[in-house]
């Protein structure tokens, strides 16, 4: 037997489609939605659509944009000569941040993962092998996780950069700014003693 | 500065103005809408547009539907003898599926809360006084929460119901189904004991 009125079923069941998103949460969400005010719903209905029609990734480095290219690819103050390697837009961001990183970027969208069938050829790896190519680049940075899957995917991309001759960097391990040295794992200290700096 | 593009950042905005859902979540959500075929994205907007602009409440009880009167109300199998007062529609549904109800309904839309700043006014009140008064009406149930805020609302209601001569009942409390003694607070158990059957 149905519950709820046919459209509000439909609403709960698109829902629950979203990654995280259970049932419970879902009839919430959808409850939620019909108290909107008539012009509230339909900015929601608008967005998903326009962000869906509107964004794609850049002709460039694969980052999401509504352009052709990305406003970073598109900066003529960043510097053309270096590349920092992400996962994804999420990674973009972080680094952006940090506002310490004036380069370009080139994004992934996703990492080699043969457990979940993710190969090499589903990631932006052949339109990365192409700007090194291009010649202008002299450092890649790879800022893929610090996980297995980032690692093999960076060393991965090492292997394939080599013939290039570019300088091929990855992210810094170490302990976290703020961490606290007892919980920190023994790679992690490994890694941090390993890396360590005259001050 | 604006790390996103702008329809994407817009979407994110409206995913956070969700109850329950914060910037990450809201993020995770907007990627995921963005990874949706072109046509899932405009199902999904159009369940949003259909929901909000199709359902109303129910003409007699309140309930959410779709037509003037709700599938409850509009089922002549349905005792219209007893109207079990409920909070919001998801009571509703809880207790249509346990399948041993087979009166009407009244969905009050809230409770009294002053800390909220919701008075009797703002329930739909008015409107199950107006049911009762028209006569068929012998028993009505009050299910609101067994919390301080659904107690005040059944003793408010069944202050205004005495001149109507209906008998009003509240749900039977006590400890929940395979729940353990041994959890059940004092005010819990006391009831429980306080309404014991002779098995």
Do not use: W
Not at 68 to 81: F, G, K, N, Q, V
Not at 107 to 132: T, W
Not at 162 to 167: D, E, G, I, L, R
């Amino acid at each position: 037997m149905q519950y709820y009125a046919a459209p509000l079923e439909k609403l709960i069941e698109q829902f629950q489609r979203l990654p995280g998103i259970g049932r419970k949460s879902a009839q919430r969400l959808a409850f939620h939605v019909l108290s909107l005010p008539e012009d509230g719903a339909e900015e929601f209905a608008r967005a998903i659509l326009d962000a869906r029609g509107s964004i794609h990734t850049c002709r460039v480095c694969q980052n999401l944009t509504e352009g052709e290219l990305c406003p970073i690819c598109a900066d003529p103050r960043r510097d053309r000569s270096t590349i920092c390697v992400v996962t994804d837009p999420k990674d973009l961001i972080a680094i952006e941040r940090t506002r310490e990183y004036h380069g370009l970027y080139h994004v992934l969208h996703g990492v080699i993962s043969p457990l979940n069938d993710v190969g090499p050829e589903q990631l932006k790896i052949k339109e990365l092998l192409q700007r090194v190519a291009e010649g202008d680049v002299q450092e890649v940075i790879m800022a893929t996780n610090p996980d297995t899957e980032g690692e093999t995917t960076a060393l991965y991309l090492t292997r394939l950069l080599k013939p290039f001759q570019v300088k091929v960097t990855r992210l810094a391990y170490g302990v976290p700014v703020g961490g606290h040295l007892e919980f920190s794992d023994e790679v992690t200290l490994t890694r941090a003693l390993e890396g360590r700096r005259e001050i």
